[in-house]
T-cell receptor
Framework: EAGVTQSPTHLIKTRGQQATLRCSPI?????VYWYQQALGLGLQFLLW???????NRGNFPPRFSGRQFPNYSSELNVNALELEDSALYLC????????????FGQGTRLTVV | KQEVTQIPAALSVPEGENLVLNCSFT??????LQWFRQDPGKGLTSLLL?????REQTSGRLNASLDKSSGRSTLYIAASQPGDSATYLC???????????FGQGTTLQVKP
């Protein structure tokens, strides 16, 4: 069984551009979560999607947004990129909403230059 | 506001040693606590999940305990191996927010 897959593995963008990151959850999982792991800041919760709806978002500006598709895959969009957005972005999935074991993908390394 | 702390930040031990990693959290109203492993530049691998009603979980050489009332969890690794070298993270999920709150991690080095 395939785990959580993320694409691309690496992404290099220029300040001010937009970045789109993609995530495919484990088959049968309906909830998808996005986290940011910036150097020295630890893992920070970004967004939670379940059944196509945004259920919760962390303390990030509105230029961080996303969506979940009918097949439960998800994408994270970051607009007007800033140098501080450089980080490892991790996606996780669970079988349903909360209180279950979370499985993470390998992440997308976003570098803003 | 929930805060998660992991001690020590780094640990270096010789191969074969048994070791304990500590995790503490400030708000005991949690749904569950999960331990993860992260290799450098990689994603997280789930090790153990402890529901709030449970006291411990075991998987192979790993044993995790949970004391909700005192806000503590420990991850016990038996007979450590060089392949165990990684950063270990604990995370708690509170009420139905879908949000895991992570500690800063303990970076473990097991020397051959």
């Amino acid at each position: 069984e395939a785990g959580v897959t993320q694409s691309p593995t690496h992404l290099i963008k220029t300040r001010g551009q937009q970045a789109t990151l993609r995530c495919s959850p484990i088959s049968g999982h309906t909830s998808v979560y996005w986290y940011q792991q910036a150097l020295g800041l630890g893992l920070q919760f970004l967004l939670w999607y379940d059944e196509g709806e945004e259920r919760n978002r962390g303390n990030f500006p509105p230029r961080f947004s996303g969506r979940q598709f009918p097949n439960y895959s998800s994408e994270l969009n970051v607009n007007a990129l800033e140098l501080e957005d450089s980080a490892l972005y991790l996606c996780a999935s669970t079988p349903g909403p909360s209180n279950t074991e979370a499985f993470f993908g390998q992440g997308t390394r976003l570098t803003v230059v | 506001k929930q805060e998660v702390t992991q001690i020590p930040a780094a640990l270096s031990v010789p191969e074969g040693e048994n070791l304990v990693l500590n995790c503490s959290f400030t708000d005991s109203a949690i749904y569950n606590l999960q331990w993860f492993r992260q290799d450098p530049g990689k994603g997280l691998t789930s090790l153990l999940l402890i529901q709030s009603s449970q006291r411990e979980q075991t998987s192979g050489r790993l044993n995790a305990s949970l004391d909700k009332s005192s806000g503590r969890s420990t991850l016990y690794i038996a007979a450590s191996q060089p392949g165990d070298s990684a950063t270990y993270l604990c995370a708690v999920e509170g009420s139905n927010t879908g949000k895991l709150i992570f500690g800063q991690g303990t970076t473990l080095q097991v020397k051959p």
